[in-house]
């Protein structure tokens, strides 16, 4: 099985096409068991805290747990995904889940069974699960070409939503029948079977890891790319404006089962029709998405997931399922524009560490939001929090017509690029030298002035993305028209990789701007803290 993707098609493709290309599907089809086991597992855990009476608090920390290592890990983790294999940080990583899941089996089956044993392997298995999210989205770049890139973003979305609909049921039945050791041994298996079809992936090496940065480094260059990056951070506040009110549905639905007088397997009905809904978004989606800008999909996905929340706390266990289906759709639908947005308009050098900050801000605020209402659940009851909850989705939607995705989202040119000449130098500076001092002088005839400032502006953006910091324009007082960009950059390597990987078509399309406005080409000078 090899990572190379098909010669780009000359149609559009469709929502399947993904699923054509070997190394895709049987990656695919692993991270779909796993899922199917991961989903197992949280109905088992969850509904042995509902048996042993354990409170809306306790039960809602189920989600907590398995969420909460994202806020402590997710920055790490992509830098781990930039710098590491990704292929073997997958293995590892699927593999300490199935060793987990194992110890889990092993202790429910002699009854040792306890809610704080049960929460902490909750906790671990979200570890390993934090600490490889960022490489299974940075490897889909590799399995699919461009244009295919939210497709493949919609079926990473099915295989989570769709063991929704699967692992919840599936696990109600063997809860029923077997018992919970049964339930965690599955998901055990589950692991197993990701390790396999990681393995079995013949991907070449990865390129760049015998020049891969230090740790520190990328981390401190991943946070600046965000910072300075305006379409990323307009993504990130979506997710988190919506994962904040969301949350409740996911930490309050084994509540609403215990209302409505269900067993393990009633719930997993429950939870399966959110699953079912998104597989059905997945269908529908790329139709609706053609009719209607993202941004709108992510106002009517907040307004259908409000509508579900609020039939969970109102309707009987039938109709609720109706309603549950249509949040499941708008679960999809949100996941998958703001995935395929972001894996569009990260540039490949950093595109792990974006999506671990992304992980961080969606996983973490779902986190939060999941023990908070708990804590409101328990104060003023189930139904009232979920309908508090639909209120606030309400409110999300509305707001996009103030906060939507900003122009360029997801088509902007991400593609590697060269865009400055390789200074000549005197000495060669050690790697870890620095900070160095760029300066960069223009000669700007008078009727471009403003058209000037505010292109460099933009190339400003640019330099604070790829690794510049206290970025600045001067105008000279002994010369007319002659202005000077100046900016530091961490180390020698970190210019270096500045210049030669972090550059993208983008990039090299606000540097013409720049250089369309001067009347000669601009005079550039590298300097190296002396002291």
């Known amino acids: 099985m090899t990572a190379s993707a098909p010669p780009t098609p000359t149609k559009a493709p469709s929502a399947w096409a993904p699923l054509a290309i070997p190394a895709f599907r049987i990656l695919w089809i692993a991270q779909l068991g796993s899922n199917i086991g991961t989903w197992m597992q949280t109905v ?13 608090t306790l039960i809602a920390l189920v989600q907590t747990a398995s969420l909460a290592p994202s806020l402590l890990l997710s920055l790490p983790s992509g830098v781990l995904a930039d710098v590491l294999d990704r292929r073997r940080l997958l293995i590892w990583g699927s593999a300490a889940s199935a060793a987990l899941a194992a110890v889990l089996t092993v202790v429910s089956a002699v ?11 909750t906790f671990l298995l979200g570890v390993t699960s934090t600490l490889t999210s960022p490489a299974w989205q940075a490897i889909q770049p590799e399995l ?6 939210g497709a493949s973003s919609a079926l990473g979305g099915a295989a989570v939503n769709g063991a929704r609909a699967v692992g919840p049921a599936l696990a109600g039945v ?22 396999v079809a990681l ?11 015998d020049d891969r940065e230090r740790f520190t480094a990328a981390l401190r260059a991943g946070v600046r790319y965000v910072v300075s990056a305006r379409l990323v951070r307009r993504i990130l506040l979506r997710s988190a404006l ?70 969970a706390a109102l309707l009987t266990f039938w109709p609720a399922t109706v309603v549950l289906l249509l949040a499941g759709l708008a679960w999809i639908g949100t996941l998958t524009v703001l995935n395929a947005n972001l894996q569009l308009t990260l540039p490949q050098w950093v595109r792990s560490r974006g999506a671990a900050v992304y992980i961080l801000v969606f996983m973490g605020t779902m986190s939060i939001s999941s023990l908070v209402w708990g804590v409101v ?12 909850a639909a209120a606030l989705l309400l409110i999300v939607a509305a707001s996009i017509r103030f906060l939507p995705l900003l122009p360029g989202t997801g088509t902007i040119d991400r593609t590697a690029a060269t865009c400055w000449a390789t200074p000549t130098l005197q000495v060669e500076p050690e790697p ?13 005839p008078p009727e471009h002035l403003s058209d000037f400032l505010a292109a460099v502006r933009l190339l400003g953006g640019s330099r604070r993305r790829t690794g510049a910091y206290r970025w600045r324009v001067y105008r000279s007082l002994e010369e007319g028209g002659v202005m000077l960009e100046s900016f530091l950059v961490p180390s020698w390597s970190e210019y270096r990789r500045q210049r030669t990987q972090r550059l993208t078509g983008r990039d090299r399309e606000m540097e013409q701007d720049v250089r369309a406005l001067v009347t000669a080409d601009p005079t550039e000078r590298h300097y190296l803290a002396a002291g």
């Open 44 to 56: 088992g855990a969850q509904w042995y805290l509902v048996e042993a009476a354990a409170g809306a």
């Open 111 to 121: 009854g040792a069974l306890t809610p704080v044993f049960v929460l902490a392997i």
């Open 144 to 149: 699919v070409p461009r244009e295919m890139i």
């Open 174 to 195: 063997v809860l029923s029948f077997f018992g919970a050791p049964v339930v965690f041994g599955l998901n055990a298996l589950s692991f197993v079977g990701a390790v």
């Open 199 to 209: 393995i079995a992936w013949r991907r070449p090496p990865q390129e760049g890891l």
């Open 242 to 311: 919506f994962a904040a009110p969301a949350g409740a549905l996911w930490a309050l639905l084994p509540l609403t089962a215990e209302r409505m007088g269900l067993d393990s397997t009633g719930y997993g009905l429950l939870l399966g029709a959110l699953g079912v809904g998104a597989v059905l978004g997945i269908v529908l989606l790329p139709l609706v998405r053609k009719r209607l800008r993202d941004s709108v999909v992510l106002g009517l996905s907040a307004v259908l997931f409000g509508l579900g929340t609020a039939g």
């Open 377 to 388: 659940a328990q104060l003023i009851g189930e139904q009232f929090a979920l309908l508090a």
């Open 432 to 444: 870890t030298d620095g900070p160095v001092l760029v300066e960069v002088a223009y000669r700007v």
